[in-house]
C-alpha cells in the first residue's frame, strides 16, 4: 500500500513537472540604464514614480510565482547598456532555471548578425526545458518587447502577455502598448497580418499562476 502511494506521488510529480516545464517567464530588458541613467530619465521617472512602483511589484510578483512552481526564467539586457535593476536580480539570484541573454537586436529571435549567438543561447535554453508557451514582461513595450513577441510566433511559441508587467520607457507616460490596434506594424520593416491578434493577454495574475500550476 505504501509503496503504491509512493509511486503514484512519484508519477504525479513527472506529470505536473513536464506540463509546468512547457511554460517560461521571458523577462525584457529590465536596465538601470534605460530607466534612470539615460538622458532625461529623471524627470520621467519622478512624474512616473508610481507606475514604476506598480510594475516593478508586478514582475517581482511573476518572478516568484515562477520560482515557486519551478519554471524557467529567461532574462534579456540589450547590449552592454547595463545590468538587470537591481530589485528584479535580487529576486532572480540562485534560481537554477535562469539563464541572462545579452541581446544585439530588439527582436530575441533575429537571426541577424551579432545576435545569431544571443539567439541560439535563448532558444537552447528554452529547448532544454521543452518550453512551449511564453509569458511576456518588460520593456520597451512598442520595440523589444513588440520585436521579441512577432519573433516568437515566428518560432511557434504561445505568447501569453501581461500588460501589468510590460512598460514602454520611451513613452512620456511610460505606457506599456505594442499598441495592439498597430502591432502589425513592426518598426516600419516588415507587415504581418496579425488580425485577430495571434497571442493572449492576461490582465489578473491569477490567470498565470493557473498557468504555471497546470
Not at 509546468?20 to 538601470?32: H, I, P, R, V, Y
Not at 541613467?37 to 511573476?62: C, M, P, T
Not at 518560432?155 to 513613452?171: L, Q
Amino acid at each position: 500500500m505504501i509503496r503504491t502511494i509512493f509511486l503514484l506521488a512519484y508519477l504525479f510529480t513527472i506529470n505536473h513537472n513536464a506540463i509546468a516545464s512547457t511554460s517560461a517567464l521571458l523577462l525584457l530588458d529590465m536596465e538601470k540604464y534605460f530607466i534612470i541613467e539615460y538622458e532625461g530619465s529623471e524627470d520621467l521617472v519622478q512624474r512616473n514614480k508610481e507606475k514604476l512602483q506598480a510594475l516593478i511589484k508586478e514582475q517581482i510578483f511573476l518572478i516568484r510565482l515562477a520560482k515557486k512552481n519551478n519554471i524557467p526564467i529567461l532574462a534579456t539586457l540589450y547590449g552592454t547598456w547595463g545590468k538587470v535593476l537591481p530589485s528584479l536580480q535580487k529576486e532572480l539570484n540562485g534560481y537554477n532555471k535562469l539563464t541572462i541573454v545579452r541581446k544585439e537586436n530588439n527582436n530575441l529571435f533575429a537571426n541577424e548578425p551579432g545576435n545569431e549567438e544571443h539567439r541560439e543561447q535563448a532558444l537552447n535554453f528554452l529547448r532544454k526545458y521543452s518550453v512551449s508557451s511564453l509569458v511576456v514582461i518588460g520593456a520597451n513595450g512598442g520595440a523589444c518587447v513588440k520585436s521579441t513577441i512577432v519573433g516568437a510566433l515566428e518560432h511557434s511559441y504561445e505568447i501569453k502577455a501581461y500588460p501589468k508587467g510590460i512598460i514602454d520607457f520611451n513613452h512620456s507616460e511610460y505606457l506599456y502598448p505594442y499598441y495592439l490596434n498597430d502591432f502589425a506594424k513592426i518598426d516600419g520593416e516588415k507587415l504581418l497580418d496579425l488580425s485577430p491578434m495571434p497571442f493572449e493577454e492576461l490582465d489578473d495574475a491569477i490567470f498565470i499562476e493557473k498557468l504555471f500550476t497546470n
